[in-house]
């Protein structure tokens, strides 16, 4: 089993800076894959960033703003955002692959006011 918390999100002003945690806690150990999502209202949950064996993959929307990261000590991911966009407005949310499942986080929400 795994537990992941996600946390950083906040009202931020366009062109503003936000970093998003999300710490696990539980069978880390097992995980091949973490990723980051974002679901804004009324439209499709998105992957926006993922990471595994070392290489990085974004979505073109975040792709040169946005950076994923680890910290294998703290077992947390990170997620960099800098240049928000109002169309960053979201609820992001992390998750991780492991063999046989995959586990989500409660989500942190996002709101970039123009």
């Known amino acids: 089993q795994l537990q992941l918390v996600e946390s950083g999100g906040g009202l931020v002003q366009r062109g503003a800076s936000l970093r998003l945690s999300c710490t696990a806690s539980?069978?880390?150990?097992?995980?091949?894959?973490w990723a980051w999502y974002r679901q804004a209202p009324g439209k499709q949950r998105e992957t926006i960033a993922n990471?595994?064996?070392?290489?990085?993959n974004y979505a073109d929307s975040v792709k040169g703003r946005f950076t994923i990261s680890r910290d294998n000590a703290k077992n947390t991911v990170y997620l960099e955002m800098n240049s928000l966009k109002p169309e960053d407005t979201a609820v992001y949310y992390c998750?991780?692959?492991?063999?046989?499942?995959?586990?989500w986080g409660q989500g942190t929400q996002v709101t970039v006011s123009s």
């Open positions: 998750k991780a692959d492991g063999p046989w499942t995959n586990y």
């Open positions: 990471t595994t064996s070392g290489h990085t």
């Open positions: 539980g069978s880390v150990f097992s995980v091949h894959t």
